[in-house]
């Protein structure tokens, strides 16, 4: 059989299972995201906004709502694909494709596939939700498949790295804990960089999410505090570093062949 | 054509274990091989090395002349593995686990649920394909493995321990599978604690030690050398000693099963005769199972552990 053809069935296999694997346990992938959404819109936004008053121009509400919507994404698009490949590594069924005739970078592929595909499909459901809150508008189609096309790869790719490096089930909860919710809250999703004095501005500019949010932002509300191209160059160059290293450390075995 | 070529395997482990000693084996097309060795001898590192599951340190291996380095790609698409320990996801069905190794070895989905329902059922687990594999016994988990190993319809399939804690009923039934999987022209090489599956299944032997071959031959061949042979016989008449036959070494198994050891060189025609003229009738015999266990136990305790650091022997 022609290489390509089975790196295709492979790729498809492994995006498939992905896909069966969130869905059948929607519960745990899909329903959280929904309910933490809700309560977010209640509470940040109904509630506590009404007495913030604008940000940025927008009222409280509209402001955070992309910035909720890419947290929700960013979270689930990380938790597919750690959770999945260290399932596999746990369960031992990599072997699986470890024995198979497919290259290490299908094996990556499927798995940040399945991660975009999880990423975008809560998307949906937390933007849908969003709209029974705020008036949202769509300012820019293209940066918004773009950027979130973009950011799911990243987390999905972060999620591989730390499922690679995870030994036991505590080391799966650890970055997402202590490294990406602290760089997500502080990343301009609940306020405006603006309102920060000028160290904590410049500092914040140092976190890549800050441009991610920002991006996605500017994509529905049609306001950003960074330069765009500057913003897509950014995640790019996170995306490819990331892509690199993570293919390196399956090429090598780490964390998979002793 | 060697189905399966291994040359000068070498694997150190990162703490240092020294686990394979340039190891050197050849498996012809065709054969059913039986890799013996005790526990922590070196077997299911080479199986490891071979499915591409540990990294060899240095050496060669060849699937139907592929080298499995350079091409990786038609030398994975020849093998099948059936590992040691239950490897699938618990959370799928058995028919999603066959159909999901399918799609990794590039079937397309009409002809991996083709393949799937023959193995499946082959296997004896087609009724049972809707069953999440959590929910199988240890018994079937073992035939889905070997299911999930022969949907892409490997040339050599690899079992490392494939009977390992399985009744002797099913064990019965997978040797007559594997027979006939071999018949059918699939080389198969096999890793077993059971030296009676080695002895009824393989035509070729190699045992492992302290990661090192220290014999290759056949199992007729191997069992030929055996100075002694056990014989068990059924007898139709109840005695409390065995008959005073001093050129024999008998022994009563109970009160009606009299054990006797064959050297080499000594005649049964003579035993029978001796026995008959001694009043003892006999009414069926068989040989002792575990004769290939005497032998192999004889060459692995004549083959004691180098010290650490030791190179190649």
Same mark, same amino acid.
């Given at each position: ?81 750690? $959770? ?18 497919? &290259? ?68 799966? $909860? ?17 306020? $405006?960089?603006?309102?920060? &004095? ?5 500092? $914040? ?54 | ?21 340039? !190891? ?18 070196? /077997?299911?590192?080479?199986?490891? !090395? ?94 889905? =493995? ?8 490997? /040339? ?50 190699? !045992?492992?030690?302290?990661?090192? !071959? ?53 005649? =049964? ?15 069926? =015999? ?28």
């Amino acid at each position: 059989m022609v290489r390509r053809e089975v790196f295709k069935v492979a790729f498809a296999t492994i995006v498939r299972k992905e896909v069966n694997r969130f869905v059948r346990i929607w519960p745990q992938t899909i329903l959280p995201p929904a309910v933490s959404m809700a309560l977010y819109f209640v509470i940040f936004g109904n509630l506590i906004g009404t007495r913030v008053g604008q940000m940025d121009g927008f009222s409280y509400i509209d402001f955070i709502a992309p910035g909720l919507i890419m947290m929700s994404v960013m979270n689930n698009a990380y938790a597919n694909v750690v $959770s999945s490949f260290f399932g596999a590594k746990f369960q031992h069924h990599v072997e699986e494709m470890l024995v198979a005739p497919i &290259p290490n970078w299908v094996i990556l592929a499927g798995y940040i596939t399945g991660g975009v595909l999880r990423g975008l499909a809560v998307g949906v459901v937390v933007t849908a939700i969003a709209m029974c809150f705020t008036h949202l508008r769509v300012s820019s189609v293209l940066t918004i498949i773009a950027i979130l096309l973009l950011t799911t790869v990243l987390f999905s790719l972060g999620g591989m790295v730390n499922a690679i490096y995870a030994k036991k089930f505590d080391d799966i $909860s650890i970055i997402p804990t202590f490294l990406l919710t602290p760089l997500i809250y502080l990343g301009g999703v609940f306020y $405006s960089i603006d309102l920060l &004095p000028p160290f904590w501005k410049a500092v $914040s500019y140092a976190n890549p999410i800050v441009y991610m949010v920002d991006a996605f932002r500017y994509g529905l509300l049609g306001t950003s505090h960074t330069h765009l191209g500057a913003a897509f160059a950014i995640i790019t160059l996170f995306v490819i570093a990331l892509g690199g290293y993570a293919l390196t450390l399956l090429e090598r075995g780490t964390g998979i062949k002793s | 054509m060697n189905a399966l070529e291994i040359l000068g395997l070498e694997k150190v482990y990162a703490n240092g274990t020294h686990a394979l000693h340039g !190891i050197n084996l050849q498996v012809a097309e065709g054969d059913f091989f039986a890799l013996l060795g005790p526990n922590g001898a070196g /077997k299911s590192t080479t199986i490891g !090395i071979v499915s591409s599951l540990v990294k060899k340190t240095a050496g060669t291996i060849r699937v139907f002349g592929h080298d499995l380095t350079q091409n990786w790609f038609e030398a994975r698409s020849l093998l099948g593995i059936v590992p040691q320990e239950i490897n699938f996801s618990q959370f799928e069905t058995s028919l999603e686990i066959i159909l999901n190794q399918a799609g990794y070895y590039g079937l397309p989905r009409p002809l991996a649920m083709e393949r799937a329902e023959k193995y499946l059922t082959q296997l004896g687990l087609w009724e049972r394909r809707n069953d999440l594999s959590r929910t199988l016994s240890g018994g079937f988990k073992r035939r889905l =493995m070997i299911a999930r190993a022969l949907v892409h319809e490997p /040339k050599l399939l690899i079992l490392d321990e494939p009977t390992a804690g399985v009744d002797v009923e099913l064990r019965r039934s997978m040797w007559t599978f594997l027979r006939d999987m071999n018949r059918g022209g699939t080389t198969i090489v096999l890793t077993t604690h059971y030296l009676e599956e080695a002895e009824s299944l393989c035509q070729h032997v190699a !045992i492992i030690d302290h990661g090192r !071959i220290i014999e290759r031959t056949t199992i007729k061949e191997l069992l030929a050398t055996l100075p002694t042979e056990t014989f068990v016989l059924d007898l139709d008449t109840v005695m409390e000693s065995p008959p005073a036959l001093p050129q024999y070494a008998l022994r009563m198994r109970d009160r009606t099963t009299l054990e006797v050891d064959l050297a080499r060189g000594q005649d =049964m025609n003579d035993l029978f005769i001796n026995l008959t003229h001694s009043n003892v009738r006999i009414r069926s =015999m068989r040989n002792k199972s575990n004769r290939l266990e005497e032998l192999f136990l004889s060459r692995v305790n004549r083959n004691p552990e180098p010290e650490k650091g030791n190179g190649q022997a």
